[in-house]
């Protein structure tokens, strides 16, 4: 029983440090880091494919687990984990963006509701794109992709030497832009529509100024905003399977290169 210990802790303590970088990229990816998954969940699944990594790469741990080159090898690799988790939820800010926009234009962004993704309040209309959002992301497979990647990140990006070079920072900040690009131009065909209405209705409270504005132009941007929503979802959900598509080949240039 002693040999069969000794023999069993150093897998154990391997196991543990490959799904350090695991369970960092579940802790910052969309879906997997929402607070509606349990955490005896990510921890399973963390193990899981920390099992499967194991199978795929010749991984040896730190051979002292109390050293300072320990701490600074369990360091990198949860930076590697955050860093492919947090590209993704970039992307996935864009749909609460075009929320905001939308929902203010509109005249209903006091609705708000609870982020099942964060546990934070966000506007209702923003939730209801980020969970459209989410099922397009799990409809293109986009959670075995994001599996995918975080193993192959042992090949580019092996342990002990997987610190994020200055470059790979930058692309990560340079891909923050692409959250409000994305979310604008999401935003663009329902709030282009609502801005003509608010021109024409500051016209008509210009050239009749006893006309009461918050009876007439409340209603009017909420009748046009619902049924211009009704139009454009095809084209938005169209974009946001680019957006999607956008986040995954982000994660996987800072990975791969």
């Not at 342990?159 to 979310?183: C, E, K, M």
Request: glycine share 10%; aromatic share 8%; with cysteine.
């Amino acid at each position: 029983m002693l040999g069969f210990g000794l023999s069993i802790e150093p897998q154990l303590w391997t196991l543990l440090f490959v799904m350090v970088r695991v369970g960092a990229a579940f802790i910052a990816a969309p879906v997997f880091g929402a607070v509606s998954v349990p955490l005896p969940v990510r921890i399973t699944l963390s193990a899981a494919i920390g099992v499967l990594v194991l199978a795929a790469h010749p991984i040896a741990a730190p051979a002292h687990i109390f050293a300072l080159a320990t701490f600074l090898a369990v360091a990198a690799e949860a930076l590697v984990g955050l860093a492919i988790g947090f590209v993704l939820q970039i992307a996935f800010a864009a749909p609460l963006l075009a929320g905001e926009l939308i929902g203010t234009s509109m005249g209903i962004g006091f609705a708000s509701a609870i982020d099942p993704q964060n546990g934070r309040s966000s506007s209702a209309l923003g939730q209801f794109m980020m969970t459209l959002l989410t099922l397009l992301f799990l409809s293109v497979n986009g959670h075995l992709v994001l599996v995918e990647m975080i193993v192959k990140s042992y090949d580019a990006l092996p342990p002990g030497g997987a610190w994020l070079a200055p470059r790979q920072l930058r692309d990560i900040a340079l891909f923050g832009g692409y959250a409000f690009s994305a979310g604008f131009l999401l935003a663009l065909p329902v709030g282009f529509l609502l801005l003509c209405l608010n021109l024409v209705v500051g016209m008509l409270s210009r050239s009749a100024p006893a006309l009461n504005l918050f009876a007439v132009g409340l209603p009017m941007s909420l009748a046009v905003g619902v049924i211009a929503l009704a139009i454009a979802f095809p084209a938005m959900g169209d974009y946001m399977v680019v957006i999607v598509n956008e986040g995954l080949a982000a994660a996987q240039s800072l990975v791969l290169g």
